[in-house]
Each structure stands twice: as structure tokens, then as C-alpha cells.
């Protein structure tokens, strides 16, 4: 099956088209770079940014891509780093583990002293979570973006405003044209899955402290569940809500996704357990770690339709049928200048941890 990228025409094309856009709006790199962020605020750089902070948890590794490289990235989430250090990333940028992470708590409230002291020129933040976690940063006199999170539309968007307020606006269109030809390649096959055939599939975004599940509301897990020709079992709550073993059980998914944010958890803890092992999803095999790429493959992100390639291939094995691993390739060629190697994909894809999973032997080197 050929590459889900855009070819080389395409994105000559893409490239040209945004190369005179930015000359189209001023011919000179030094002129202001002024756009309005996600929550209608002007955010004004005198030139393109050249030292940013991602307190948002998948931005930093989404600026790695856009750029090239690590080196405008000068402080992100400590969550952000440990994907980046423990993942692919931190074999193909070794120097990203010594990007301070002290910039934030993991929950996204910023230590302004650490923040001022890597002098960034732009500041990456979550809106919508209230004023808090942004006055401290804008008190400073840091220029700040706000995004918003949930949507595959939201996402294109904030990528887009990132790669502009880097001075990579030519980055940008290959990027988008390959989620959009991917998403629309799956909606077309999906489209003739009657409903009695949509298995139902849980996704926990937190298990070994306290269990987090997935529902409805503009929740990115449950947008890419419907995407591939499933129903979400736990589409009777609204947002991400804590759950119990007997919930879940009265759901009976057919196929649970484990998160890729706990290192620790793996499949074993589904098919040990007295009551989790009882659904169809454990009876069936059908229990799946999400893979760590660039970044954890969950949340939407710069490797998203790898996300829903992978699911794809295994909610409907039937009507799906993508050569991940050529796309994996390909994809990190275009994202990272990067040559996956055979034991590099293996290790994102869990592959020597999903055991006996049913299905996954298709994502094994041939």
C-alpha cells in the first residue's frame, strides 16, 4: 500500500503556496509576525520565535517536528520530557535531555522564576483551564499562546499557529494534507460498517493509582474510537471520568486501549485481574497498549493518523488493512529527517509487550 504522505509534487506545491504567503503578507523575515491564538487573544513576535516553551504536554515534541530539531525548544512539561527521553525522540535528539522541565508542574501551573530564566520568546499554554495557570506567565511580560485541546480541527490549528510563530510556515501544509488524506481514506472505508459491527472499545487513560475512562464531549479518544469503525463503551459519560473494575465490566468491551502515559502498565494487568479478565476484550485478546512514538500516541499530536492507521488495523481488521510499518517510515522521514530501523519500531509499538494480542502479528517486521 503506498505511503500516506504527500508525494514530492504535492508537497513542492504546498511548500511554494505557503512560501508566497509569507511573502504575500511582508517580504522581509524580520516584520512582525501578529496572529490571533485560540482564545482570540493577538499574540505579536517582533520575529520569528526562537526560544519556546511548551507547558502544553504534546507541543514540545510537535515543535521538535515542525522545526527540525531541539533547538528553539528551551523548556517544556516534565510529562513532555519523559516521553521524549524514554521514547524515539530522545534516540534521534539526544540533546533534548538536557531541556530544563523545571519551567512547570506537570499539571500545568508554570514556575515563572524558571520560565524567565530560559528567556524564552514565546510561551505555549493551555486555554480554556482558567486564568491561573496563564496570569503568572503573562504578568512576567512573556509572550504567550493559548490553545485548546479535543479536537482534530483544533489540533491542525494550533500546529499551523505553532509552525507560523516559528518561522516555519512551509512545514506546515505537507503536515495537515497528510491527516487530512488519511482521515478521509479511513471515513470512506468506515462508512460501510453497519453499526451491528462496530465492536465496543474502551480507552483508559489512567490504571495502576486510580482508572480514567474515556467518554463523549469533545474528547479526542473517543473521536478516533468512532473514526475506525468503533462505538465508545463507555459513551454514557461525558468528558474523562473515574471508573471502577465493575463498570467496566457491565460495559464488557470488546477491545481495551491502555494508555502509553503509565510506563509500568502492561497488558498482564487486564488479563490477571478476577474481574477484567472476565470481558470479552481479555476473553478475545483484544487488550492494547497505545504505542510511544515522537510522542505518546493518545492525545492528538504530529504522528496522529499513525494513531488511527494502528487502531484501524485493529478494530476493523476486516476492511483496514495498512502497511504501518512503511508508514511509520515514511513518516519519520518526513517529521524527524529520521531512518526508522526495524527494532526502532518494534519498540514503539510494544511490540515484545503486547504478547499474544489478537491481530498484532501484522505489525511485525516481515
Do not use: C
Not at 501544509?173 to 472499545?201: F, S, Y
Not at 463503551?233 to 474523562?240: C, D, I, M, N, S
Amino acid at each position: 500500500m503506498r505511503s500516506h504522505l504527500p508525494g514530492a509534487s504535492v508537497v513542492r506545491t504546498l511548500t511554494l503556496a505557503a512560501a508566497g504567503l509569507v511573502f504575500a503578507h511582508g517580504a522581509a523575515l524580520a516584520d512582525p509576525i501578529v496572529f490571533t491564538d485560540q482564545e482570540k487573544r493577538e499574540v505579536r513576535l517582533e520575529k520569528p520565535a526562537e526560544r519556546v516553551v511548551s507547558i502544553v504536554i504534546p507541543m514540545a515534541s510537535t515543535v521538535v517536528a515542525l522545526d527540525g530539531g531541539t533547538k528553539k525548544l528551551v523548556g517544556m512539561n516534565p510529562t513532555a520530557k519523559s516521553a521524549i527521553v524514554d521514547g524515539i525522540l530522545g534516540k534521534i535528539f539526544p540533546e533534548a535531555k538536557d531541556i530544563p522541565s523545571d519551567v512547570t508542574a506537570p499539571n500545568f501551573v508554570p514556575n515563572v522564576e524558571a520560565l524567565t530564566a530560559v528567556n524564552p520568546d514565546l510561551v505555549i499554554q493551555w486555554g480554556g483551564r482558567g486564568e491561573d495557570i496563564v496570569k503568572p506567565i503573562t504578568n512576567a511580560g512573556l509572550n504567550t499562546m493559548l490553545i485548546l485541546y479535543g479536537t482534530e480541527e483544533l489540533t491542525r490549528e494550533y500546529m499551523t499557529l505553532a509552525s507560523r510563530a516559528i518561522g516555519r510556515p512551509e512545514r506546515i501544509g505537507e503536515l495537515v494534507e497528510w491527516r487530512d488524506r488519511v482521515q478521509k481514506d479511513i471515513e470512506a472505508k468506515a462508512a460501510t460498517i453497519p453499526d451491528g459491527k462496530k465492536p465496543k472499545v474502551l480507552y483508559l487513560q489512567t490504571a495502576l493509582s486510580s482508572m480514567m475512562a474515556a467518554g463523549t464531549g469533545g474528547n479526542y479518544n473517543d473521536w478516533y474510537i468512532k473514526l475506525v469503525g468503533g462505538t465508545n463503551a463507555a459513551a454514557e459519560l461525558k468528558g474523562t471520568v473515574a471508573v471502577n473494575k465493575e463498570q467496566i465490566a457491565q460495559w464488557n468491551p470488546d477491545i481495551i486501549l491502555l494508555n502509553a502515559f503509565e510506563a509500568k502498565l502492561g497488558t498482564d494487568w487486564v488479563y490477571s485481574d478476577p474481574i477484567l479478565s472476565l470481558t470479552n476484550a481479555a476473553q478475545a485478546r483484544k487488550v492494547y497498549k497505545l504505542p510511544l512514538g515522537g510522542y505518546r500516541w493518545d492525545p492528538p499530536n504530529q504522528e496522529s493518523p499513525l494513531t488511527w492507521m494502528w487502531l484501524a488495523n485493529l478494530v476493523q481488521p476486516e476492511i483496514f488493512n495498512y502497511d504501518l510499518r512503511t508508514e511509520m517510515k515514511t513518516a519519520y522521514n518526513t517529521l524527524y529527517d529520521y531512518e526508522l530501523a526495524d527494532a526502532d519500531i518494534d519498540s514503539i509499538l510494544w511490540i515484545d509487550r503486547q504478547g499474544d494480542a489478537a491481530g498484532y502479528s501484522r505489525f511485525k517486521a516481515k
